[in-house]
């Protein structure tokens, strides 16, 4: 028997009184949905070569270089996702943190979290290490020819 959150059943009872018992029956079956959008940060090389393994996959991707109308209007909108699809992201620590708050105010809660620290040897695929590791806490080395703490995260 899968065992259910109390966030997830309340989500999931929501969904069945504004569209019907035959969606929140097949919302059980899967509560958090495929990843479709990749946050990165195109100033950062490290963050560049995660957009490309995201893009690769299929992702839907959004660079907050530059963005603070966008990025704050598509937060708040959720980014257009649909509901239970997973948001993932390679940021610094106080876009982390803006994000964050944005995310969970849509009803998002953090799932995969790993801190990053650049050095000359290390993963060269963050979004390998993001997606497919459980729950991780880092810190784990990231390829890189410059000192910094990235952190990788996901929110569903």
Same mark, same amino acid.
């Given at each position: %028997? !899968?065992?259910?959150?109390?966030?997830?059943?309340?989500?999931?009872?929501?969904? #069945?009184?504004?569209?019907?018992?035959?969606?929140?029956?097949?919302?059980?079956?899967?509560?958090?949905?495929?990843?479709?959008? #990749?946050?990165?940060?195109?100033?950062?090389?490290?963050?560049?070569?995660?957009?490309?393994?995201?893009?690769?996959?299929?992702?839907? =991707?959004?660079?907050?270089?530059? +963005?603070?109308?966008?990025? &704050?209007?598509?937060?708040?909108?959720?980014?257009? *996702?649909?509901?239970?699809? $997973?948001?993932?992201?390679?940021?610094?620590?106080?876009? &982390?943190? !803006?994000?964050?708050?944005? =995310? !969970? $105010? +849509?009803?998002? *809660?953090?799932?995969? $979290?790993?801190?990053?620290?650049?050095?000359?040897?290390?993963?060269?695929?963050?979004?390998?290490? =993001?997606? $497919? %590791?459980?729950? %991780?806490?880092?810190?784990?080395?990231?390829?890189?020819?410059?000192?910094?703490? =990235?952190?990788? &995260?996901?929110?569903?």
């Amino acid at each position: %028997m !899968n065992a259910i959150s109390k966030r997830d059943f309340l989500s999931l009872a929501g969904g #069945a009184l504004s569209v019907g018992v035959p969606a929140a029956a097949s919302g059980i079956a899967a509560v958090v949905g495929p990843t479709r959008l #990749a946050i990165y940060d195109s100033r950062i090389t490290e963050s560049r070569y995660f957009a490309g393994h995201a893009a690769q996959q299929g992702l839907r =991707l959004f660079d907050i270089a530059g +963005q603070d109308d966008a990025l &704050w209007r598509d937060a708040r909108a959720g980014f257009g *996702r649909k509901p239970r699809e $997973e948001v993932i992201g390679l940021t610094r620590w106080t876009d &982390w943190v !803006n994000l964050r708050g944005l =995310l !969970n $105010e +849509q009803g998002l *809660r953090l799932t995969r $979290e790993v801190r990053f620290d650049c050095c000359t040897k290390g993963v060269r695929n963050a979004y390998g290490v =993001l997606t $497919e %590791m459980p729950a %991780m806490r880092g810190p784990v080395p990231l390829a890189s020819q410059t000192t910094r703490t =990235l952190f990788g &995260w996901a929110m569903a």
